[in-house]
């Protein structure tokens, strides 16, 4: 059993990583500002007994003092927190306060608390709008939006306090996380949440702009599986976490079925093609995506429609 504390465990990604860590048998504190999480999101579908091994404090991370506190005796570190990209690039203050500024916290108050490893969940945001595809972690950075620049610098911190202080830390990439969980209620939910949702709903899919633009989509079991083994990679490592495959949003929006309806662009589709290669997890953890997309957006359909 180990002493984990997951940063953003109320919301989508970071209370599917609470169920698996605390099925495992480890003691998970979770803290959460709620800004998209739920209060009871972290413990809603665990067994009943393992509902004490989760504590959920309510808290944001750029509280320097309750990171420590919550940091005292932990052994890993979990940092999912953060202002989405929409959020991100409608408050730009906002964004980095929370997702740089308390990237920062968190790593600080690790390294006062002497917490064996910092796990840092980025994204494929970084990389741009490249030409060259799949993305590979060797690939140089393009920082197109506040939210890009926010979780590099949160990329850098994590680099800097490693050299510096000898904090272990490592860096996962995520590429459109989906899965049951997703809340097609939250204004800030995925593209595949929303379209599933306008869907059951008979309600038009919203495409902005021509639908060309492709996504690499990862299933959120996969997305967890890979963040629990960055756990134990060699530090300072950095892993892409995605499945290589690019899927237009016509395509995805075709897979679902169901009316479309073409709008304008909005001021963060400024990417036109993404993948991401999984080679180097591939080879340094044993990591692959175990669910393809059509199999993924069953599950989805299926848990959203037995809500």
């Known amino acids: 059993m180990k002493r984990v504390v997951i940063t953003g465990g109320a ?30 999101r972290p413990t809603r579908h665990l067994a009943h007994s393992l509902i004490p091994m989760v504590e959920v404090v309510e808290g944001c991370v750029t509280d320097y003092e309750l990171m420590r506190r919550v940091c005292r005796g932990a052994d890993v570190v979990f940092h999912l927190a953060c202002r989405n990209i929409i959020v991100s690039t409608a408050h730009p203050a906002d964004d980095f306060r929370v997702n740089a500024g308390g990237t920062f916290n968190v790593l600080l108050a690790a390294r006062d608390e002497n917490v064996d490893r910092v796990v840092y969940t980025s ?9 060259l595809l799949p993305f590979l972690e060797i690939d140089p950075v393009s920082l197109l939006t506040p939210y890009a620049a926010s979780k590099f610098a949160g990329e850098a911190y994590c680099q800097a306090f490693g050299s510096s202080y000898g904090l272990a830390t490592s860096v996962v990439r995520y590429s459109n996380v989906y899965g049951p969980g997703h809340l097609p209620e939250n204004p800030y939910c995925g593209v595949i949440a929303r379209f599933l949702y306008d869907s059951i709903e008979g309600r038009p899919m919203k495409i902005y702009g021509g639908g060309e633009q492709t996504r690499d989509y990862t299933y959120v079991t996969d997305a967890v599986a890979a963040t629990i083994l960055a756990a134990e990679a060699p530090a300072g490592s950095v892993y892409n976490v995605g499945t290589s495959i690019e899927t237009s949003v016509n395509e995805l929006a075709e897979m679902i079925g169901g009316e479309v309806k073409h709008i304008g662009l909005r001021d ?28 993924g957006l069953i599950h989805t359909l299926s848990w959203m429609e037995s809500r």
């Open 11 to 40: 919301g989508f990604v970071g209370s599917n990583l609470v169920a698996a860590l605390a099925e495992r048998g480890d003691h998970v504190t979770v803290v959460d500002d709620f800004f998209t999480g739920k209060p009871r």
């Open 123 to 131: 994204s494929c945001s970084v990389y741009g709008d490249q030409p």
């Open 268 to 295: 963060i589709d400024n990417v036109s093609r993404r993948a991401l290669s999984y080679d180097h997890i591939r080879r340094s953890l044993g990591w692959e995506p175990k669910v393809e997309l059509r199999d």
